[in-house]
T-cell receptor, first 113, second 115 residues
Framework: GENVEQHPSTLSVQEGDSAVIKCTYS??????FPWYKQELGKRPQLIID?????GEKKDQRIAVTLNKTAKHFSLHITETQPEDSAVYFC????????????FGSGTRLQVQP | DTGVSQNPRHKITKRGQNVTFRCDPI?????LYWYRQTLGQGPEFLTY????????KSRLLSDRFSAERPKGSFSTLEIQRTEQGDSAMYLC?????????????FGEGSRLTVL
């Protein structure tokens, strides 16, 4: 089955700095890669996703890059703000909805004001 | 509130007892998922329904766990003869009808504590 590894497990940055979280996956058939944000005590929520037919996707301060050859993808947050503090999970699946997502173990991001 | 709802939100039980959780997905969503999350870990897949059909089950799901979605709407997850290792947050999620809508909408979760 699919295996997703995520690094780092914790990340502390100063407000305004950039943050990068990296994930690798094992199943070369995976073609859908979402990122979820989970604030303390809240449910995970989708913040951005990418499909294997593109290499990069950007939404305001958030971007995701995908390298299918190396089987890794990354989340980039620029101009970090204290409200970005949360746990971020990457995930991978074969198809969107036809198979279950496999999640990484999460990265706790702390943005210091 | 038209989001995914789960109940009970918290359940404390003694080892060996049975527990059942209920999930009501977003009404127009035909796909429903159960995940388990322990502290400091990502959601771990348990099982997946498309309408009333259970299409996928994790190899990690022991025979003490059973899930149903009898009419393709709400779902229940039952754990029989609970063990302390079953203590976790049980998350339900649903997603839409088209292959392009991959986003999972999670509920608030049901937290299980087995004493």
């Amino acid at each position: 089955g699919e295996n997703v590894e995520q690094h780092p497990s914790t990340l502390s940055v100063q407000e305004g700095d950039s943050a990068v979280i990296k994930c690798t996956y094992s199943d070369s058939a995976s073609n859908y890669f979402p990122w979820y944000k989970q604030e303390l005590g809240k449910r995970p929520q989708l913040i951005i996703d990418i499909r294997s037919n593109v290499g990069e996707k950007k939404d305001q301060r958030i971007a995701v890059t995908l390298n299918k050859t190396a089987k890794h993808f990354s989340l980039h947050i620029t101009e970090t703000q204290p409200e970005d503090s949360a746990v971020y999970f990457c995930a991978a699946s074969i198809g969107t909805g036809r198979r279950a997502l496999t999640f990484g173990s999460g990265t706790r991001l702390q943005v210091q004001p | 509130d038209t989001g995914v709802s789960q109940n009970p939100r918290h359940k404390i039980t003694k080892r060996g007892q049975n527990v059942t959780f209920r999930c009501d997905p977003i009404s127009e969503h035909n796909r429903l998922y159960w995940y388990r999350q322990t502290l400091g870990q990502g959601p771990e897949f348990l099982t997946y329904f498309q309408n009333e059909a259970q299409l996928e089950k994790s190899r990690l799901l022991s025979d003490r766990f059973s899930a149903e979605r009898p009419k393709g709407s709400f779902s229940t997850l039952e754990i029989q003869r609970t063990e302390q290792g079953d203590s976790a947050m049980y998350l339900c999620a649903s997603s839409g009808r088209t292959p392009q809508t991959g986003e999972l909408f999670f509920g608030e979760g049901s937290r299980l504590t087995v004493l």
